[in-house]
């Protein structure tokens, strides 16, 4: 892959910002307000305008700090940086807002995906590494700090350049070689559409972290004393649960003596009582006759509460009347976010008690209506499931009457089934009514699970690729099980030509890449929804606080609420255009205005 010329000369920047350099280098056109930047020593930065090909268009810069060098350039700059935690908490903490950026490292995660590399290392240094023939570090990993109200993806520090090489001249090698990667994928235009978003939802992520879940530990701690009851000295368990244990033995007899919170315990004294159990989860209890099953069914619940969202992570998360998760963007296999510590995307809803606007504040709750079926009718464009999805009322009522004789809850579960791979028994018979009716929605999932079976690659209607079945799914956050392995594009055979002895791997395999094309697709569609709110809650007092892959909060001046619930719609509809082109789809939300998250549901 080509490199960058010489060393771009380094000048300290006016003060009256030199940053409107005029862009002059050779090679590509100018490109007006794209500027790489990289941290320097003392806090100062680096920072150079790039032509169309990533290469230097005019001098290098250094600027006091980050929050000079973004002052000193239009609004519209598209940063481009390695990652963006290591520059924005330095711009917020001057009050200093990005509008766009290009973080390095997230691009490179999604075209090693779509390379077929998904899984190798991602950081700067790797792919500097990789240009230039040299051994590759692997990524440091994040350790969820629970007792930590703020654990860093940094905390141990980025993996470094090796010795010699210039971090400016190593993000513009990387990035001109991006750009001209993305140029070779499937579809050149999407692929930098979908990057474009992912480097967005960096921003985002980071802005929520900093404002904040409202969040009243006063009421946070009487829910627990209702609850849980009063805690014991020392490190016992508190009233409640003390109480449910000493049911639990008493139904298994006298002398016994169950711990419900050790699975191992709780099968044993099953056994004892002549009930054999596979494990202890709640939905194998409810199907026994037991007089213990229903304190320890209770007793989970409020074990749950109790280690989850106890005490403890009580005076850990809360700071200020606001709890502050780390948000990882694409956290998931399927572009999904997750959190880094804390449970953020996993708020029980007693525990949504806790959530309450600030005086004069509310929150803007909104649901994404029922998306993953109208992300499937629109990257299917099946006729009659846009239809479905474009009307104005119920999508799974609409569906019913269409080809489940107006039994919604069949209507739901066959369209559900299609997606996440229930393909027998009564879901063959769903699949087969639904196939008749929308033959391009089913073939579309269909032709995904075949090249999955057959470890082919998997790609979203922009272009985010299903990692390969070693790297696992979404540790239960998205219901996803394992990926299919690197292979050709989508596409392949007739249904009839499946293999018929494939194995549980590969119909693992199967059932992930049908859903992924799918789910996938949802957080594109997604994180392009957080971009364009952002940019419309820009002028107002609201802060974006909560965001998981079909609900957003927004919390704002009570006045504002009414533009804000607008934006939102508005937010959605952009893009879905932007995401799958012009369709019939409505991307439709549930939105309640309320000063406490428990009253929006």
Known sequence: MEETGARPATRTAPAAGGGQAPATGSGGSPVAGRWALVPAAGGRVRVCPLDSRGRPAGPVYTEESAAAAVRARPRTVRWVWRA????QHALAAAGVRVERCYEVETAEALLLGHEGRAGEPRSLPAAWARLHGRP???DRQPSPRETDPQPSLFETGPVPLPDGADPLEALLEVYAAQLDRTARAEHPDRMRLLLAGESAGTLVAGEM???GVPWSAEIHRALLDELLGER??????PRRLVELEEEVSRAFGPGERVRPDLPGDVLQAFARAGIRLGS???WELRKVDHPAVEPLLRYKKLYRLYTAHGWSWLRSWVRDGRFRAEYVPGGAASGRWTTNGGGALQIPKVVRRAVVAEPGWRLVVADADQMEPRVLAAVSR???LMAVAGGERDLYTALSERAFSGDRDQAKLALLGAIYGQTSGEGLRNLAALRRRFPAA???????????EEGRLVRTHLGRTCPPVSQGGD???DGEETGPEAGEGLGGRDEAEWPSDSGPAARARGRFARNFVVQGSAADWAVLMLAALRQRLAHLAAELVFFQHDEVIVHCPAEEAEEVREAITAAGEQAAVAAFGPTPVRFTFTTAVVECYADAK
């Open 232 to 237: 014991y000295a020392g490190s016992g368990l």
């Open 209 to 211: 972290t900093a404002a």
């Open 280 to 282: 202890t989860r709640a």
């Open 136 to 138: 590759v570090p692997p």
């Open 382 to 384: 099946d006729p009659g």
């Open 84 to 87: 963006t935690p290591e520059v």
């Open 475 to 477: 540790g239960g956050q």
């Open 442 to 452: 089913v073939s579309y999932v269909d032709e995904a699970a075949r090249a999955g």
